[in-house]
């Protein structure tokens, strides 16, 4: 049986046994060529598919999922369903109203080239960072894909399916300098093979580990940070939560009560993008068949909007936003799709430390308080220059105090698919705390 036969069947037996059910198919494949040596050590490929229902019986909610597209699996899942809503204790579950949402294909042909051309792009990604002496060691030079389909269909009406996925190159390796040894990667992904370029990669991540080399300690002090993009990410994903519907319903949230309130520098935007030119998780319809839409988390300092599903949204007297998240292992959820920091009039390095590298983000952040610290690489600026890289060094604060002293932001993009799949340009932000050696 195929996924869509599958959730016709499911579909029409929950109509005969009288539940409303909504069941998410989706299906995935990827493969890895890494490259050691100037040989491919590794091919791997994999692939996995399932079906999810979420079945509500008198305002109930259950779940429960299958691997095995068999009549048999299909009753049992349906049962199990039926049965975890008969245990819960909250009753005010439903599925929203469906519609027709169409067949989508957002990758087309990007993935399509042959596997000749995609182990070359692996094997020149070493060769290229192997030109550089001062690389002592290369730990991974990869080149991948992932591709994921999604159906959903619903006894409320919905029904609807598409298509994505991306390529990557990521490159992880050692450089040294004299006694000096720095470990770094880069990771660079497209839904286009044709977009990546494994030379330029390779300079990127010699670039990138190279000026780190040498590196000093810093005074202990409160400087001016300016946070690259990726840094800037990883500093923001363990904050995202608190624009969750989910999160402001369980008390887990300090923006609840701030709709319309500015919390942040007037500079400062922020906001959801499923349909970006260069998004890597765009998506039509969000896991309940909501149509997605770009959603302003922060415009001009401003807190414009949460993320919901439809539950979150009904409880909070708001509406859907297209942030519905569930895999077909999972319960609903809220997550984003591309996290954008707008980039703005542009910046210029003046006097203070350029962080190019955050760590142990979740290890070092209360996602609650918006407290942090964390681990740091960075670079001195001194007189508009890059003077030395500095290391062995935290940064401290508070999430939401920082927000109120961004004073500029870059006026170009850069894409991170690290902790967050999104875009920012670098944010300079003023008086932040540095503990040095």
Known sequence: ?????????????????????????????????????????????????????????????GYAYTEELTAE???????????????????????????????????????????????????????????????RQVAGAIYGEREFQTELASTKGAAGGYRNGYAFQ???????????????????????????????TAQEFIRKTGRLLGARPLASGRYTAYLEPAAFLALLSPFLGHWSGKQVIEGKSRLAGKLGRKIASEILTIYDD?????????????????????????????????????????????????????????????APHNVIVAPGAGLELAEGVLVTDLMGVHAGANPISGDFSLQALGIKIEGGEEAYPVENITISGNFFDVLERVVALGGELEWSVGHLVGASPTVEIADVAFAGA
């Open 1 to 61: 049986m195929t996924l869509k036969e599958a959730q016709t069947y499911l579909l029409e037996r929950a109509r005969e046994l009288g539940v409303e059910l909504e069941a998410l198919a989706s299906g995935s494949r990827e493969l890895k060529l890494s490259a050691r040596d100037g040989g491919l050590e590794e091919i791997t490929g994999a692939e996995k598919a399932g079906i999810g229902v979420r079945v509500v019986s008198g305002g109930k909610t």
């Open 170 to 200: 990521l490159v992880s390796a050692v450089m040294a300098d004299g006694e000096s040894l720095k470990q770094g990667y880069e990771v660079r992904a497209s839904r286009e093979i044709a977009a990546l370029d494994p030379a330029s």
């Open 274 to 334: 499923p349909d970006h030119p260069e998004g890597l998780m765009n998506a039509p319809f969000d896991a309940e068949g909501t149509p997605t839409r770009r959603v302003y988390l922060l415009r001009e300092g401003v807190v414009e909007s949460f993320m919901h599903n439809s539950y979150t949204a009904r409880k909070l007297g708001q509406e859907p936003t297209g942030n519905a998240s569930r895999g077909y292992k999972g319960v609903l959820d809220v």
């Open 73 to 135: 699996a299909l009753e049992w899942v349906l049962k199990e369903a039926i049965e975890n809503a008969e245990l819960q204790g909250q009753d005010d579950g439903f599925l929203p109203a469906g519609r027709s949402l169409g067949r989508h294909d957002l990758l087309g042909e990007g993935l399509s080239a042959p596997l000749d051309e995609k182990k070359r792009l692996a094997l020149t990604l070493e060769s290229e960072v192997r030109k550089d002496p001062r690389v």
